[in-house]
């Protein structure tokens, strides 16, 4: 790289720094790890000519977070995508995007079904709350869950439940334990009447309204506004097994 030096009006001597041509210009950039440092030179009449100024580099920092999680609910985004509803331990109830999941040989087929426990790593969003999902490892499937329909029943109406009762993103792990409990005894146990009012009390004494008349079930729709339809089908189905036996 050519240099030169050359005296100002006050006598001191200035170093000139002349880049190759085309890069030759009155203003040189470096650019290291993404910032810019600028160095500018005046050059001497007829040494370089001006030109444009490179462009800035634009940094845009992921945070990628992991945390524990049940999967809820997942519907279709796109061909290709799909929209996974998490309770979590440590983020909440969360909304990710998986893309491409929907693809033959995606890295999430068959890590994407209903109440399936996993770590998730997610790359947390600034501008949404849809979160890209990055990795999914599955802890425990709940199977047994799956392998009849009353305790696909009952689990559902658990996760319409919390849906109804807890805000998008509003840190609360003692509603993940709660969920994570009940998906345990389910997978092990068919549900009765009185597993689906112990959890409702329980939600009823994690959202503050403990002890509250005449049930639970009652004090959190009117906390909230209205309970899961699914909840008069889910009894009337525990009334017509108890008149079958």
């Known amino acids: 790289m050519p240099a030169r030096c050359k005296r100002n009006s006050s006598g001191e001597r200035r170093l000139l720094t002349c880049w190759p041509r085309p890069l030759c210009r009155s203003r040189s950039t470096r650019t290291i790890w993404g910032h810019e440092r600028k160095e ?7 040494n ?12 845009t920092c992921v945070v990628n977070i992991t945390s524990r999680g049940i999967l809820l609910r997942k519907r279709k985004l796109s061909d290709t995508s799909l929209i996974i509803s998490w309770c979590t331990d440590s983020l909440g109830v969360i909304q990710t995007v998986a893309r491409g999941a929907r693809r033959p040989k995606s890295p999430f087929r068959g890590r994407l079904d209903l109440f399936f426990e996993a770590e998730i790593s997610i790359a947390k969003s600034r501008r949404s709350n849809l979160h890209p999902l990055r990795e999914v490892v599955i802890v425990n499937p709940f199977a047994g869950i799956r392998n009849d329909h009353r305790r696909t029943q009952a689990a559902s109406y658990f996760v319409e439940l919390i849906e109804v009762c807890t805000e998008t993103e509003h840190h609360e792990p003692e509603i993940f334990r709660l969920l994570q409990r009940a998906f345990a005894y389910l997978n092990e146990h068919d549900p009765d009447q009185r597993a689906v009012i112990h959890f409702e009390s329980e939600l ?27 909840r008069a089908t889910l009894l009337k189905l525990f009334t017509r097994d108890k008149g079958d036996s």
């Open 48 to 59: 370089c000519g001006l030109a444009a100024r490179p462009p800035q580099t634009k940094i």
């Open 40 to 46: 500018c030179f005046r050059q001497a009449a007829g």
């Open 204 to 230: 009823a004494r994690i959202t503050g309204v403990q002890g509250a008349k005449p049930s639970a079930a009652m004090a959190l729709g009117r906390l909230f506004g209205r309970l899961p339809s699914s």
